[in-house]
């Protein structure tokens, strides 16, 4: 084993960051003394171990020297003398009006509007131009409403005609949003309505909210119920949704439309039920386990108290929280719009502090456990102990659930749903539940109900599973799929999880090809445990790049693998879709509880931060199956429910 693997940006709760006014104002005024002490002899002030983002950089950190200055926090001779000289370097170094070579996305050859470039160098990745040019017009803006008397008449003036030259140059020369990304387009709109307010002609206006409806609203997908705008082929983003947040809330403050509220209502809904109780998540078409820092803080926190959810649990990026930096410690400029608006912003996080259940169509979230379920109500996030249990891969098949392993050794995860699942929340004696009824069709072409139950009393998640033996062939293996301890919390970091053990046996690594690990029903992990009712067993994926925690993908994270697996470079497409190619992870696998009733199978388990004893019964009852456990007693309701075909539910605590 070679040194510990960390996540690369999940690190602690953004709302834990201090966010009052004496906080902002010492940031900030360090991030532009050190600026000011790195601007080059031209007026630059560029990261210069930056090599892309670079064409709106020097313009964004001259926007943070400019709310200073509106702030009155620095008026001196040191700053008017540096802004200035960062404004004339800009207009005449990175304003761009010559075609970029290989660009193959515009509308208007020749057109010599202005436009800012992602790498600066002719021809070298054109395809970045069309968001640094929404970044530079979202600076622009902003140093046009935060400076006014820091700049001469002409030198403002050039700048505002640039700034609708950038409009022109995005809506005219360019096809608008190239990269089907709907954070940059709305970010263009956010750029249209704020500059259409400093204009006697409105007319940009008009044209933004055009735009927005026709290029990004009616564009929209749907996942779990809620629609959300498209990020590089697909809706769920972890890095770009909040930022899209952050976008959506500045567009409402501007324009006091209500579309935008509407629309960051949904996303936030999608973030409340996607985010584990710590606010870890992982997943998506861009970024799988890269969180906003700076550029979420504002919609994260804008729509907290709409929505009256706690999002900023969000685990955030504690490298880039009040700035974006490339150097550590010094501003890059880029997102710096997003900054300027948070220091502007006086909302307050939304904060739960009731201390019960909190139940959503695809969650469910108690104290510090929670699970989280995917469209089709298959659990794919358990966070308990301070750890992450993402979904396991088998045989292509991804969740959390009842595994059927057939004599020829195919398998099937029974978890995919036959038409509507039914789902029953309940919450009482200190306890939150869920159940979910699917119907899942076998191999043979039989349908069979299972049922999912999920109980939490706040420090624990309990699993149990309930499904009807009977509709099964007598020669097949019935194994419960307990999902992959993946990443615990250390300090400010997630670490992933390199080994296992039962209690008082020697570590077991999570790699190696044909392992396997016989437990009496309890597996650790770094502080966490998962204890089940019958025994438990982890099997090692065999070798190979499209295995997880292979000897070839043991340092590797889930995003790591994910990309390599994915369509396109490192960056571009849905790597999302690279996962879904994942052939098999480890498993940890549970066997069914011995006491149940006859022609049924019964599975239970216990996530938590530290071994429990695990005796299990079940037994028949009128409405159900009567499932007996030492932290509760619950009453599974026949898969075809009431009269009503309502599912019937009842839990109490033991």
């Known amino acids: 084993m070679t040194s510990a693997v960390y996540l690369p940006s ?345 201390g019960g259940p909190v139940h959503t169509p695809y969650s469910l979230r108690h104290g510090q456990v929670s699970v989280s379920l995917t469209g089709q109500l298959t659990p794919y996030l358990i966070d308990a102990g301070s750890t992450a249990v993402i979904e396991s891969v088998v045989d292509h098949q991804h969740g959390i659930g009842p595994l059927v392993r057939y004599p020829d050794g195919k398998t099937l995860l029974l978890t995919r749903p036959l038409g509507p699942a039914r789902v029953r929340d309940a919450t009482g004696d200190g306890l939150g539940a869920k159940l979910v009824t699917k119907a899942v069709v076998t191999r043979d072409q039989v349908m069979l109900a299972v049922q999912q139950l999920y109980v939490s009393d706040g420090e624990r998640m309990h699993v149990v599973a309930v499904l009807d033996r009977a509709a099964l062939p007598a020669d097949v293996e019935v194994t419960f799929l307990a999902g992959l301890p993946y990443a615990t919390a250390d300090g400010e970091r997630q670490r992933r999880i390199r080994t296992v053990a039962e209690p008082g046996g020697a570590p077991f690594d999570l790699g190696g090809p044909g392992e396997v690990l016989t437990t009496k029903g309890v597996l650790l992990a770094d502080g966490f445990a998962i204890s089940a009712g019958a025994a438990l067993r982890v099997v090692n994926p065999p070798d190979g790049p499209a295995y997880v925690n292979s000897t070839q993908t043991v340092d590797l994270t889930q995003e790591q693998v994910a990309f390599a697996l994915g369509d396109d470079p490192r960056g571009y497409g849905n790597p999302d879709a690279g996962w879904q190619r994942v052939v098999a992870t480890n498993h940890v696998l549970a066997e069914p509880v011995s006491d149940m009733p006859h022609g049924r199978v019964v599975f239970a388990l216990c996530y938590g931060p530290e071994a429990v004893p695990m005796p299990v019964s079940a037994e028949a009852a009128e409405e159900g199956v009567l499932v007996r456990t030492p932290a509760f007693t619950a009453l599974v309701g026949h898969p075809a429910g009431d009269a009503h075909g309502e599912p019937v539910l009842r839990v109490t605590a033991r």
């Open 10 to 354: 999940q690190h602690a709760s953004v709302h834990n960051l201090p966010d009052d006014d004496e906080q902002l104002r010492a940031v900030l005024a360090e991030a532009v003394a050190a600026a000011i002490a790195r601007q080059r002899p031209d007026g630059n002030f560029e990261d210069p171990a930056a090599d892309d983002d670079v064409g709106d950089m020097s313009l964004g950190v001259l926007s943070l020297l400019c709310l200073a200055w509106h702030r009155g926090d620095r008026r001196d001779a040191e700053l008017v003398e540096a802004a200035r000289r960062g404004l004339d370097f800009v207009l005449s170094e990175r304003v761009f009006r010559t075609d970029n070579p290989g660009e193959l996305f515009y509308r208007v050859r020749h057109s010599g509007l202005p436009y800012a470039r992602y790498v600066l160098g002719d021809g070298e990745h054109p395809f970045g131009d069309w968001p640094s040019t929404v970044w530079a017009m979202l600076h622009a803006v902003n140093v046009l409403e935060l400076g006014q008397g820091l700049f001469t008449d002409a030198r403002y003036a050039e700048l505002a005609d640039v700034a609708t030259g950038f409009w022109r140059w995005l809506t005219e020369a360019s096809v608008f949003n190239p990269q089907q990304t709907a954070n940059q387009a709305i970010g263009a709109v956010v750029a249209g309505l704020t500059l259409g307010r400093l204009l006697p002609d409105k007319s940009i206006v008009d044209e933004s909210m055009a735009l927005y409806h026709s290029e990004v609203r009616s564009k929209r997908i749907t996942d779990r119920g809620l629609r959300l705008p498209v990020e590089h082929g697909a809706g769920h983003d972890q890095n770009y949704l909040p930022i899209s947040l952050t976008f959506l809330a500045r567009a409402h403050q501007v324009s006091g439309e209500q579309c935008f509220l509407d629309d960051g209502d949904e996303i936030a809904r999608h973030l409340e039920c996607r985010l584990s109780a710590r606010g870890f998540d992982f997943g998506g078409p861009r970024y799988s386990e890269q969180h906003s820092g700076c550029e979420g803080m504002l919609g994260l926190r804008f729509f907290s108290g709409r929505i009256r959810a706690d999002l900023g649990r969000y685990l955030g990026d504690r490298r880039v929280a009040y700035y974006c930096a490339a150097t550590p410690g010094v501003a890059s400029g880029h997102f710096a719009f997003t900054t300027v608006w948070f220091w502007q912003d006086d909302h307050k996080w939304y904060r739960d502090t009731s």
